[in-house]
T-cell receptor, first 115, second 112 residues
């Protein structure tokens, strides 16, 4: 059974479009995350939700809007896509409530290409 | 600069050899984690070492932590071609936040 799943795996779109990436975890975790991995493999946290509440919102353009309809889902909507948004986006989850004491489980990633 | 920085950036070894990669960090931590990322896949957690631990083993993996030097090392013994991947260290800041910070990774290539 897949622990953390993301859809789609690949996303190719044109500048200016709006797109969404979905994430679901079946681990019963309380905390979910979105990360962006650039072409140099640098992984940077974008958002974190705990029990559907936004905990971390890094300096991400407000074109990016996460939504957590329930504890098991954290979706990422991106408006007005730009070339610089091209990257691999990873969803992750963890059991942790207090910060950092448990491992994170990652989804397979969504490779976004903006042309 | 980044909280976690791995060294070397890339490493190429023969099957059967040992691979050692290092991670340095800047602020105090309560634990440090190592992850593996195979090409085109998500990260997989390997091992977590707490700040009061100096060494931890898991199969062919050995992790050390030196909090005085703010550094950690990951040793993979008797490497296999399947160990070819990028390896990242991750440090969470002190308790109360959820902000894991990942290093830039070490790209390991094990030649058969």
């Amino acid at each position: 059974d897949t622990a953390v799943s993301q859809t789609p795996k690949y996303l190719v779109t044109q500048m200016g479009n709006d797109k969404s990436i979905k994430c679901e975890q079946n681990l019963g975790h309380d905390t979910m995350y979105w990360y962006k991995q650039d072409s140099k493999k640098f992984l940077k946290i974008m958002f974190s939700y705990n029990n559907k509440e936004l905990i971390i919102n890094e300096t991400v353009p407000n074109r990016f809007s996460p939504k957590s309809p329930d504890k098991a889902h954290l979706n990422l909507h991106i408006n007005s896509l730009e070339l610089g948004d091209s990257a691999v986006y990873f969803c992750a989850s963890s059991q942790d409530r207090s910060g950092g004491n448990y491992e994170q489980y990652f989804g397979p990633g969504t490779r976004l290409t903006v042309t | 600069s980044q909280q976690g920085e791995e060294d070397p950036q890339a490493l190429s070894i023969q099957e059967g050899e040992n691979a050692t990669m290092n991670c340095s960090y800047k602020t105090s931590i309560n634990n440090l984690q190592w992850y593996r990322q195979n090409s085109g896949r998500g990260l997989v957690h390997l091992i977590l070492i707490r700040s009061n631990e100096r060494e931890k083993h898991s199969g062919r993996l050995r992790v050390t932590l030196d909090t005085s030097k703010k550094s950690s090392s990951l040793l993979i013994t008797a490497s296999r071609a399947a160990d070819t991947a990028s390896y990242f260290c991750a440090t969470p800041p002190p308790s109360g936040t959820y902000k894991y910070i990942f290093g830039t990774g070490t790209r390991l290539k094990v030649l058969a």
